[in-house]
């Protein structure tokens, strides 16, 4: 990744980017530019450093800062900016590459350009794992940043204490380390790259912070949910009260790190008010009991839930949880959002724009499972849809990465689930079909080790198509009606 500036003192700006709707991490986020490396960077010269992996990560970064911003630092003569965008236009449109640029036009690249700044990994919750590299780089005398719609959709400068402001305010949402290289920023030029350098050691001491929204704390913890998903993320909501929304992990050392965040914020002034759940599965109240004991809150869920946990309030469709406004309101609006799970509950934040979705959706391109008969197809259908309706822009969700964009990544969710639909509906011309050949048939591009999941959900189609009279069951097997 790169960290762009311009300016000194008080007048220092960064380049921010904002991520694309189509992208499948984190769309909509706030982020600096930068990417995976490429084949190409191996091939691309650069004087200053001999380890050959850093070399590879400087090409790297060299590339995708030009690519994205059409900003090339490190050359030792700069060419003028029209010849500039002519050569990223080429390397953009895939006929060249930068080595072969460099080689037609006799650029030479050195590592002083680029200053270390940092190295992330993402978090547990994470299906997507990365580790990212941050290079400071002072934009070049003449040039400026630009970005192609794509795979980013703005990019701006900005005052980092300005960008910190719009974050408190709730007005951008962006990773860790975008906060943590903003802080630094914001400190000023002296010492700057050594405090980027150590800011992900002192970002995990004494405890990793996940905020990538002001009052929004997430917390991943260890659990056994379905594959690929490893960890349920629990969420701290508010600023001055919280509402804890399902604390998963039940294991000790997983509690005891949620209850270590906890400890963290309550030094700030923050304090445990109640407990949500947006339903029963294990994987999303491991660690209830150790909170209830611990904090003596009241839980709440819905009533479908409380048919399994103990809770404390009934939670119904449209009621609000109320917590002590800090600098914005922090009132949760519940959504009864069947079709995972009877209880299935999502909590809107509507201020940010912001919703806890719990397994109603995952995060990154996966799908639920919704498995019969606590699972209902129409039933999650229509909760999809109702959420169309609703004042989302973030979703926070229970398993993999929250994400931005969300009105076009719950109309692809609902395509999705047709296109299933249409799929188990052309497998049933054939005549009776067992449910284990219809999944062969229907889940043909799903790898067979995940298909006795998929035969859940298939199942779940039957069942809608079958209320609908559009299939039927004979024996042990399913035919079109």
Same mark, same amino acid.
């Given at each position: 990744?790169?960290?762009?500036?311009?300016?000194?003192?008080?007048?220092?700006?960064?380049?921010?980017?904002?991520?694309?709707?189509?992208?499948?991490?984190?769309?909509?986020?706030?982020?600096?530019?930068?990417?995976?490396?490429?084949?190409?960077?191996?091939?691309?010269?650069?004087?200053?450093?001999?380890?050959?992996?850093?070399?590879?990560?400087?090409?790297?970064?060299?590339?995708?800062?030009? +690519?994205?911003?059409?900003?090339?630092?490190?050359?030792?003569?700069?060419?003028?900016?029209?010849?500039?965008?002519?050569?990223?236009?080429?390397?953009?449109?895939?006929?060249?590459?930068?080595?072969?640029?460099?080689?037609?036009?006799?650029?030479? /690249?050195?590592?002083?350009?680029?200053?270390?700044?940092?190295?992330?990994?993402?978090?547990?919750?994470?299906?997507?794992?990365?580790?990212?590299?941050?290079?400071?780089?002072?934009?070049? &005398?003449?040039?400026?940043?630009?970005?192609?719609?794509?795979?980013?959709?703005?990019?701006?400068?900005?005052?980092?204490?300005?960008?910190?402001?719009?974050?408190?305010?709730?007005?951008?949402?962006?990773?860790?380390?975008?906060?943590?290289?903003?802080?630094?920023?914001?400190?000023?030029?002296?010492?700057?790259?050594?405090?980027?350098?150590? @800011?992900?050691?002192?970002?995990?001491?004494?405890?990793?912070?996940?905020?990538?929204?002001?009052?929004?704390?997430?917390?991943?913890?260890?659990?056994?949910?379905?594959?690929?998903?490893?960890?349920?993320?629990?969420?701290?909501?508010?600023?001055?009260?919280?509402?804890?929304?399902?604390?998963?992990?039940? &294991?000790?050392?997983?509690?005891?790190?949620?209850?270590?965040?906890?400890?963290?914020?309550?030094?700030?002034?923050?304090?445990?008010?109640?407990?949500?759940?947006?339903?029963?599965?294990?994987?999303?109240?491991?660690?209830? +009991?150790?909170?209830?004991?611990?904090?003596?809150?009241?839980?709440?869920?819905?009533?479908?839930?409380?048919?399994?946990?103990?809770?404390?309030?009934?939670?119904?469709?449209?009621?609000?949880?109320?917590?002590?406004?800090?600098?914005?309101?922090?009132?949760?609006?519940?959504?009864?959002?069947?079709?995972?799970?009877?209880?299935?509950?999502?909590?809107?934040?509507?201020?940010?724009?912001?919703?806890?979705?719990?397994?109603?959706?995952?995060?990154?391109?996966?799908?639920?499972?919704?498995?019969?008969?606590?699972?209902?197809?129409?039933?999650?259908?229509?909760?999809?849809?109702?959420?169309?309706? &609703?004042?989302?822009?973030?979703? /926070?969700?229970?398993?993999?990465?929250?994400?931005? @964009?969300?009105?076009?990544?719950?109309?692809?969710?609902?395509?999705?689930?047709?296109?299933? +639909?249409?799929?188990?509906? @052309?497998?049933?011309?054939?005549?009776?079909?067992?449910?284990?050949?219809?999944?062969?048939?229907?889940?043909?591009?799903?790898?067979?080790?995940?298909?006795?999941?998929?035969?859940?959900?298939?199942?779940?189609?039957?069942?809608?198509? &079958?209320?609908?009279?559009?299939?039927?069951?004979?024996?042990?097997?399913?035919?079109?009606?």
């Amino acid at each position: 990744m790169v960290v762009l500036i311009r300016g000194r003192g008080k007048d220092l700006e960064t380049f921010w980017v904002r991520r694309g709707a189509e992208v499948t991490v984190m769309p909509g986020f706030m982020a600096f530019p930068g990417g995976s490396v490429s084949a190409q960077d191996r091939d691309l010269p650069i004087a200053g450093v001999s380890d050959r992996e850093e070399a590879v990560r400087r090409a790297c970064a060299l590339r995708e800062a030009f +690519e994205e911003t059409g900003v090339l630092t490190g050359l030792s003569s700069a060419p003028a900016p029209p010849d500039l965008e002519a050569a990223r236009a080429r390397l953009l449109e895939g006929s060249v590459t930068l080595p072969e640029l460099a080689r037609e036009r006799g650029w030479t /690249f050195c590592a002083d350009a680029l200053a270390y700044a940092g190295r992330w990994q993402t978090p547990p919750f994470s299906t997507s794992r990365f580790d990212a590299v941050y290079y400071l780089v002072r934009v070049p &005398e003449g040039q400026e940043p630009s970005v192609h719609p794509g795979e980013l959709a703005a990019g701006e400068w900005i005052r980092p204490a300005a960008a910190l402001e719009r974050y408190r305010r709730g007005e951008a949402v962006f990773a860790a380390p975008v906060l943590w290289t903003l802080r630094a920023l914001a400190e000023g030029e002296e010492g700057l790259a050594e405090r980027l350098a150590h @800011a992900p050691e002192i970002a995990r001491d004494p405890i990793q912070r996940i905020e990538l929204l002001w009052g929004i704390v997430l917390v991943p913890m260890k659990t056994r949910p379905l594959p690929p998903a490893t960890h349920t993320n629990a969420y701290l909501i508010g600023e001055r009260e919280m509402a804890l929304v399902d604390p998963g992990g039940g &294991e000790p050392e997983e509690i005891a790190r949620l209850f270590g965040v906890m400890d963290t914020l309550a030094q700030e002034g923050r304090t445990l008010k109640a407990v949500l759940l947006t339903h029963h599965h294990p994987d999303h109240i491991g660690g209830l +009991e150790a909170v209830r004991a611990r904090y003596a809150v009241p839980v709440a869920a819905h009533a479908q839930t409380a048919a399994h946990v103990r809770v404390d309030r009934v939670l119904a469709d449209r009621d609000r949880v109320e917590l002590a406004a800090g600098v914005g309101a922090w009132d949760l609006r519940v959504i009864h959002t069947p079709g995972h799970a009877r209880g299935h509950l999502c909590f809107l934040h509507e201020r940010t724009r912001s919703c806890f979705c719990g397994d109603h959706i995952v995060g990154g391109g996966g799908t639920v499972i919704v498995d019969p008969p606590e699972g209902n197809m129409a039933a999650y259908v229509r909760s999809l849809e109702r959420l169309l309706e &609703e004042p989302v822009e973030t979703l /926070f969700p229970a398993h993999g990465s929250p994400q931005g @964009a969300a009105q076009r990544r719950i109309r692809w969710l609902i395509a999705h689930r047709r296109e299933l +639909e249409q799929k188990g509906l @052309a497998a049933l011309e054939s005549g009776p079909l067992s449910l284990p050949r219809l999944v062969e048939r229907a889940y043909a591009d799903t790898p067979a080790e995940l298909w006795p999941y998929a035969e859940r959900s298939l199942l779940a189609h039957l069942e809608k198509l &079958e209320a609908e009279g559009r299939a039927a069951r004979v024996g042990e097997g399913w035919q079109r009606a």
